[in-house]
């Protein structure tokens, strides 16, 4: 991570094309969070399109979802990012149709990384996924920007 390459990333979101979040996207997750100061928070319930296994859960769309709420936790602390580091602990299989709570805070913050955690949990509190990320911080939010998107 120390040897990053140099390279112009556009983290202009007004074509809300985004696969996790983008609401024009139409094969996209549509997530929309929210922010309580300090953990960002969404919801999500896949249907058979996002299955791996019958009747589970493709845990690259586990790993999606965790990953985008972290950006998410991210954008929050005022910096856009691109993970550098995802360790994801998938505790259980996860059915589809099952509403999923994601949250995600930031737990560390540098000038130049951030560290954040995320969890996947059913209705009844039981965590089935979680990760820990560090992500590069490719510049600060514009806070025109964070306006125009839905965090």
Partial sequence: MTNWPQTSIDTDLTENHCFGCGQNNPIGLKLSFRWDGETARTEFTGN??????????????????????????????????????????????????????????????????LRS????????????????TTQFVVGLVNTEDKLKSNV
């Fill in 117 to 132: 955690h995320a969890t996947i949990s059913l209705n009844n509190g039981t965590i089935v996924a979680e990760a820990k």
């Fill in 48 to 113: 058979e399109l996002y299955q791996g296994w019958p009747g589970l859960l493709h845990g690259g769309i586990t790993a999606c979802l965790l990953d985008e709420a972290t950006a998410y936790a991210a954008r929050n602390e005022g910096v856009n990012c691109v993970t550098a580091r995802m360790q994801v602990e998938f505790k259980q299989p996860i059915p589809v149709n099952e509403p999923l709570l994601i949250a995600s805070s930031v737990t560390s913050k540098t000038r130049k990384l």
